[in-house]
């Protein structure tokens, strides 16, 4: 009920818009945020085009919010305190009102959030397949803002921490810094 019902101006404005045009915002751009937001509002014909696009970002933060219960129920915490944790979350201030309308760090928090899923199967198995993944997801991920990069450095530490004779495996490392760049280049390579 709280979501912004249609279009805005400023930043948000500029992300509803951008997503229909399939164009270029203002720096970094954020390609993945347009394609994404491209293809849920081409799929999900509720409403305006606009409304879509806010409709995308409480999504994000509600997926966001179930998988941090999910992943703490998981590894222990009793079910009550879990959901209580995920609600507190989603219901502080910033993430609710980043959550009512388009923004591109609504997107940015799933990708974190599927980043640490993949990090604990990471440590859970050692399978380097799950730190490939990151590797491509971290760097397509980082094509929807880059504010990601700042919790790259506690993803990268913990999968090094846990795993660390895997982890620094020549190929583990060449193939996931491959494909963290290929991942990188490759949605920049979007922008005009």
């Known amino acids: ?4 019902p249609g279009p805005a ?12 045009v399939l164009g270029c915002a203002h720096p970094t751009g954020y390609p993945l945020y347009t394609m994404v937001g491209k293809l849920f509002g ?15 970002s409480a999504l994000s933060t509600a ?3 179930a998988m941090l219960a999910l992943l703490a129920m998981r590894y222990g915490v009793a079910g009550a305190l879990a959901v209580a944790a995920s609600l507190g979350f989603a219901f502080t201030l910033n993430t609710w009102r980043a959550s009512g309308h388009a923004d ?12 640490w899923w993949m990090a604990l199967k990471w440590r859970d198995g050692g399978d380097r ?10 760097g397509i991920g980082l094509g929807s803002a880059g504010v990601l990069s700042m919790e790259l450095l506690a993803i990268i530490f913990f999968t090094m921490l846990v795993q660390p004779r895997k982890f620094f495996s020549p190929t583990t490392m060449v193939v996931a810094a491959m494909l963290g760049i290929v991942g990188l280049f490759g949605i920049y390579l979007y922008l005009p």
């Open 1 to 4: 009920f709280t979501m912004m």
């Open 9 to 20: 101006f400023m930043d948000t404005g500029e992300y509803q818009t951008v997503t229909y």
């Open 42 to 56: 081409t799929l999900f014909p509720l409403g305006n085009w606009a409304f879509r696009m806010n409709l995308m």
């Open 63 to 65: 997926v966001s919010a």
């Open 104 to 115: 591109p760090y609504t997107l940015t928090l799933l990708i974190g959030a599927s980043l």
């Open 129 to 138: 397949a799950w730190l490939w993944r990151m590797a491509l997801l971290s």
